[in-house]
């Protein structure tokens, strides 16, 4: 079983930055692909970013340049760093990790941390 416990979230001003951590326990949690996702208000569920057990990365062009996702295997560890925030970046954020077995893909997510950007 997979738990993500996130932490990091918070009120910033239009071009501040946040730095969102997750962390994950499960002892095969390294091999999944780990990230985040964001959902605003009447909003669906989006990607932001995600990254591989390997290191590869993808990211939503609307936080391409601004956001950046890492990860520490060892620690089950997962980063995303804000910058240049938008007031369009006000969500709340959830750490997600999967896989991909036999076709199928499983989803963990975390409980959610609010980034609001506001001046």
């Known amino acids: 079983q997979v738990q993500l416990v996130e932490s990091g979230g918070g009120l910033v001003q239009p071009g501040g930055s946040l730095r969102l951590s997750c962390l994950a326990s499960?002892?095969?949690?390294?091999?999944?692909?780990m990230g985040w996702y964001r959902q605003a208000p009447g909003k669906q569920r989006e990607l932001v970013a995600d990254i591989t057990s390997g290191g590869s990365t993808t990211y939503a062009d609307s936080v391409k340049g601004r956001f950046t996702i890492s990860r520490d295997n060892a620690s089950k560890t997962v980063w995303l760093q804000t910058s240049s925030l938008e007031f369009e970046d006000t969500a709340v954020y959830y750490c997600?990790?999967?896989?991909?077995?036999?076709?199928?893909?499983?989803?963990?997510w975390g409980q959610g941390t609010q980034v609001t950007v506001s001046s």
């Open positions: 499960g002892s095969s949690v390294t091999t999944y692909t």
């Open positions: 997600n990790v999967h896989r991909l077995a036999f076709g199928i893909r499983r989803d963990y």
